[in-house]
């Protein structure tokens, strides 16, 4: 079937070939699109890097061939050498999905070569595409003469309708289906060099910005509106909230025209999302970890969701440990110096998976969630189809698929057998918190199904699907089903409407005296758009409040969610990539350290940022006293864009305004002088400047407090005294609080405490000299300016003064 779709697709392509030649000597070159981009798409064309960015054909599964470097090349050092071919297709190739584009037309050149005694004098040879499936393309074709280097020079159009998702480029004998019956007319070695195909700049990527406002202005859930996190996990260190998450946004791809991107594909994501928050309103991105997958801390594993973080001392040094499913067969756990890294994996293979004694039965052995208590670190992991070992009514309400396991006091090693947790409705998302002398497994529902014996009726009071489940028990091992408690959070999607069904995965974090309860919900794919979701989830926090007997009361998930815990600090040096609340802008990792966070920390800048763009801050303060500058650590990318600061308001008054007027693509910092801000508001930076660029990236942000002086009215004399000089100084309180005054002289120094308001603070100082030359004093004053310690220095003169003799 796919060999006639082959034979069907080749004679639509020599006509193609010929309007494409057409189009190069000139026909209408005027209106030709490509002449003016001369872009190289091919890598290593020559082979002077060896056989990298080349492969063998493997479109159909008979496809095969040895490709080598060889040292007979048409130009430079080295060649391709394409030897033991199977098919007529088997050849060198290269893949230009991504750079080539439909209706443009590039120039193919290309220097073939064959040799083979046995074969013919002449021989054909194809430059083909490879579409996808079954679809190949010949591109340009030349006839060679054995033994001597002959060129492709051609060009070819890709048609306007043609799919260009998948391009691969390779190099082929004519088709047919029976080449084994004469190899050494089809099958020959041939040697490829000085491949280039020249067109037509690539695209760029198709932008991930996303261009709602995703997270509305006095709302808190979901907790960013500039990327997707699913399954978070809260940890509490330092008096900062750290949430993990599996990174939704990484196989997000939106249609540039329709804006709809293809539903999540879990087998995309290898990454983890990390922000952080003191008042769980603003954020902080510190963007993904790269954890498994070729480049990651664990190259051997392939994803990374559902993470569950915890921190201990281990041989006296504080650890973070990350750990993680390795899509639904196998758990891990990453190690980090701080919160945000860096990491390290201390394994060499999984940390839970088909040998860890007590979890064979576990269908998944995924979803790991880290506990520890009193020192004594725990596991809890597992969900997916029950046994069929099982009755079909037990495997729906019982089915004792998630584990829980001791961990060594390295933290990267399982101890014992792992023990079951008897979870009702159980399919995911385990996760273990303690309070007053209580544990509480949490844990998400399942949907039924043949999994679980098929429809069956659950017990009365077990959850129904996609729900938050609990049970509460005595201790962290010990988890019969009559421990359970009952749903503590319903599916989100009763809360959040159409589109916003599917599953769920929660955590449990003690912060400031509260307990806070996360989990997830598609509300921003919501936003972008409408009821129609494709799966990509954001992060929700709530508070979660107990019941006198230490049951939980069930959770209502709101867009409002959590209050802001405390007023942001303006006054010090902050990430830029920090909001409550934002449009239209996007976030990158860059190079260097975090100014706010400390060198091992990743740094980000918010980048995308358009004419119209803003992000926020929700409840400044900015004290009595006032600020009196932002300063901004900006890279402009255009001329003419300023950064604007409002308050309480995207469109509320513009208090500064900072010019961006630093040299292009050069980081620089920019000064808006501010004008009547105290007290506490939401702070709204937006950006303007020229429309259809880019205006510039932004790394950093620092307020600069109103200068703060302690008011103080000076005098000092020189006077006699029985015959000696005296220098006396006097410091009078102006401020409307006590201060502490020190009065400092070449003869002496002292101090006064608590000076009240409107009080002097007076001493004489004796120079044990019957004459003292014109000089000054030095008066320290120290107090309080809006909650900020203040000292204040200043110098009075006093002039020369004689006893007289
Ligand atoms: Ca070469
Ligand atoms: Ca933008
Ligand atoms: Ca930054």
Redesign the pocket.
């Known amino acids: 079937m796919e060999q006639r779709m082959r034979r069907a697709t080749r004679g639509r392509v020599a006509a193609l070939a010929t309007v494409g030649l057409m189009l190069a000597t000139g026909f209408v070159a005027p209106a030709s699109p490509v002449q003016a981009a001369d872009t190289n798409l091919v890598v290593n064309g020559g082979f002077e890097d060896g056989l990298a960015s080349w492969f063998v054909n493997n479109g159909n599964a008979t496809d095969g061939a040895q490709l080598s470097a060889t040292s007979d090349a048409y130009a430079g050092a080295n060649a391709a050498l394409v030897t033991s071919r199977t098919t007529t297709g088997s050849g060198p190739m290269q893949d230009l999905s991504g750079k080539v584009q439909a209706g443009q037309a590039y120039t193919l050149t290309a220097r073939i070569k064959y040799e083979n005694e046995s074969g013919p004098a002449t021989k054909q040879f194809f430059a083909t595409m490879h579409y996808g499936g079954g679809t190949y393309t010949n591109l340009v074709s030349v006839t060679a003469t054995k033994g001597q280097w002959t060129q492709f020079n051609g060009t070819f159009t890709i048609p306007t309708t043609q799919s260009v998702s998948t391009a691969r480029l390779f190099f082929e004998t004519p088709w047919t289906s029976t080449p084994s019956t004469d190899p050494a007319l089809h099958l020959m070695d041939f040697k490829l060099d000085d491949v280039s195909v020249v067109g037509a700049a690539p695209p760029a990527p198709a932008s991930k910005t996303i261009e709602v406002v995703g997270k509305l202005p006095g709302e808190h859930n979901p907790l960013i509106g500039h990327k997707f996190g699913a399954d978070g996990f809260g940890l509490v260190h330092d008096g900062r909230v750290y949430m993990y998450m599996t990174n939704d946004t990484q196989g997000y791809a939106p249609n540039p025209t329709t804006g709809v991107s293809p539903g999540i594909n879990y087998g995309d994501i290898n990454q983890i999302t990390v922000i952080s928050s003191e008042d769980l309103v603003n954020w902080t991105d510190h963007g993904e970890i790269q954890v498994a997958g070729p480049n990651g801390v664990a190259p051997f594993t392939a994803n990374s969701w559902a993470p569950g973080i915890t921190k201990k001392v281990v041989n006296g040094v504080e650890k973070f440990f990350l750990y993680y499913a390795n899509g639904g067969g196998s758990s891990n756990v990453i190690t980090g110096a701080s919160p945000l890294g860096p990491w390290t994996s201390e394994r060499t293979s999984t940390l839970i998976d088909g040998r860890t004694p007590g979890a064979e039965a576990v269908a998944w052995k995924f979803d790991p969630a880290p506990f520890v208590d009193d020192g004594q670190p725990y596991l809890y992991f597992g969900g997916g189809p029950a046994s069929t070992s099982m009755p079909p009514a037990e495997r729906f309400n019982n089915p004792k698929n998630i584990r829980s396991i001791e961990l060594g006091d390295d933290m990267v090693s399982t101890e014992g057998t792992a023990a079951v947790v008897d979870a009702p409705v159980a399919f995911e998302a385990g996760h273990v918190f303690k309070r007053q002398g209580k544990y509480y497994f949490s844990y998400s529902s399942h949907f039924g199904g043949n999994d679980f014996g098929g429809s069956q009726q659950p017990l009365p009071g077990y959850p129904g699907g996609g729900q938050i489940g609990y049970m509460i028990s005595d201790g962290p091992m010990s988890w019969p089903k009559e421990t359970y408690a009952g749903v503590l959070f319903p599916n989100q999607s009763q809360f959040f409407g159409a589109g916003t069904g599917g599953n769920n995965h929660q955590s449990v974090f003690e912060f400031g005296g509260k307990y806070y309860f996360t989990y997830h919900a598609p509300t921003l794919n919501k936003r972008i758009n409408g009821n129609t979701t494709q799966g990509y989830r954001s992060p929700h926090i709530q508070e979660l409040t107990f019941n006198p007997d230490g049951t939980i009361q069930q959770v209502v998930g709101t867009y409002a969610g959590v209050d802001q815990v405390r007023d942001f600090d303006p006054y010090r040096v902050f ?4 909001f409550g609340w934002s449009k239209g802008v996007a ?1 990158t990792k ?1 190079d260097g350290s ?3 966070f400390g060198a091992a920390a990743p ?4 980048r995308d940022i358009d004419n119209g763009d803003w992000t926020a801050l929700s409840s400044v303060n900015f004290g009595d006293n006032g600020a009196q500058s932002l300063t901004a ?1 900006v890279r402009a990318l255009a001329a003419g864009g300023q950064i604007q600061v409002r308050l309480d308001d995207v469109n509320g008054p513009v208090v500064g305004t900072a010019t961006v007027d630093s040299a292009v693509g050069q980081w620089a910092e920019v000064t808006a002088e501010l004008d009547g801000v105290s007290g506490v508001h939401d702070v709204y930076f937006t950006y303007t400047g020229p429309t259809g660029v880019d205006l510039f990236e ?3 942000w620092a307020f600069a407090a109103a200068s703060l002086d302690l008011p103080v009215t000076l005098t000092a004399s020189a006077r006699c005294v029985g015959g000696n000089a005296y220098v006396a100084v006097q410091a009078r309180n102006d401020h409307d609080a006590p201060v502490g005054i020190t009065l400092e002289t070449p003869y002496g120094e002292r101090s006064f405490t608590a000076v009240a308001p409107g009080a002097n603070a007076y001493q004489s100082f004796n120079t044990r000299a019957v004459s003292v030359s014109a000089g000054s004093a030095t008066v320290r004053v120290t107090g309080a300016i809006g909650g900020h310690d203040v000292t204040t220095v200043r110098t009075v003169q006093h002039p020369a003064g004689t006893c007289g003799g």
């Not at 990430?575 to 920090?578: F, I, P, Q, V, W």
């Not at 740094?603 to 918010?606: C, H, K, P």
């Open positions: 990430e830029a990539e920090t976030t860059v975090s100014a706010q740094n980000l800048v918010v650590r932004i790394d950093n």
